[in-house]
């Protein structure tokens, strides 16, 4: 997995895109899509 991890954070790098960022706004947008309340049983 260390191997994995090493090789987004260079790929992010060399396309310019903050990894922070792009988690932010995935987890929102999951968030919206699967409501804890409707997908947990």
């Known amino acids: 997995m260390a191997d994995v991890l090493v090789y987004l ?5 060399k396309l310019d895109v903050d990894l922070i ?3 932010t706004e995935k ?6 899509k699967y409501p804890a ?3 947990r049983g």
């Open 21 to 23: 960022r792009a988690v």
């Open 27 to 32: 987890m929102a947008i999951n968030r919206t």
């Open 37 to 39: 309340d409707k997908v």
């Open 9 to 13: 954070i260079c790929l992010a790098d």
